[in-house]
């Protein structure tokens, strides 16, 4: 089989690791040679630039590092996780789930930019970390759509309502809302599956949400 990556996105809170484990368990049982990957890679090294950013050291808002620098440090967490632990397994031809990829930062860096740049951004994106630095590209990317006023209520009941938890991206709830309005955009303009999972303002039952994730799935996989 040929290698395959495909990318669980979404914003904070969506939904991502749990359907990313959901997904990789239910593709092993089937006896697919799988690895889930998960970005930012924080048991790294490679991750301290990712880390002093979202712990605030550059600034307490987002745009207090501009969308280029900031890609540049996410960019750096993911090609040492490539080189390092899982380039074998792709040119072995495994299929790896990943918790986030490269296309996480359209949706958190794009918004720092105007509307009118948001093109030319998503080109640099792909040429930088792609073209240059060599990460290999998505064959899919599946976009958990959930509203930020919902993915919030998530979150507060993982971190028991400490919001003092959240960092620079989560607890910005204006920001998220930009976030979202990115990741629609550039769901449209590069081709990304988007799966609603709300009704009536709350987030559908996991195991709906994995299924739809599966018929995505097995179309690229067959
Ligand atoms: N469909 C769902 N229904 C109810 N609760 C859910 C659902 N999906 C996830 N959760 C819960 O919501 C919280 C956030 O989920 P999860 O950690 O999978 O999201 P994430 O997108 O990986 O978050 P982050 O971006 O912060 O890493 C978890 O406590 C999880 O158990
Ligand atoms: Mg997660």
Redesign the pocket.
Known sequence: MKSKIIVIE???????????KILTDALAAKGVPVRKLEFPDYKSPASAPVRMYLGGEFGSAPEDVNAYAASAFYAVDRIASYLSSWKLDYEQGAVLIS??YATSNIIYQMPKLSDGERDAYISWQSDFEYDKLGLPKPDAVIY?DVAPEV?QR??E??YGGDNSKKDLH?SNLRFLLSCRRAAVYAAERCGWHVID?CRDGD????EE?ARDIEKVVTSILC
Not at 10 to 20: F, H, I, R
């Open positions: 979404g914003l904070d809170g969506s939904g991502k690791a749990t359907q990313a918790d986030r958990l993915s998530l979150m009941r993982r989560e999972c987030i559908r039952p996991v949400i």
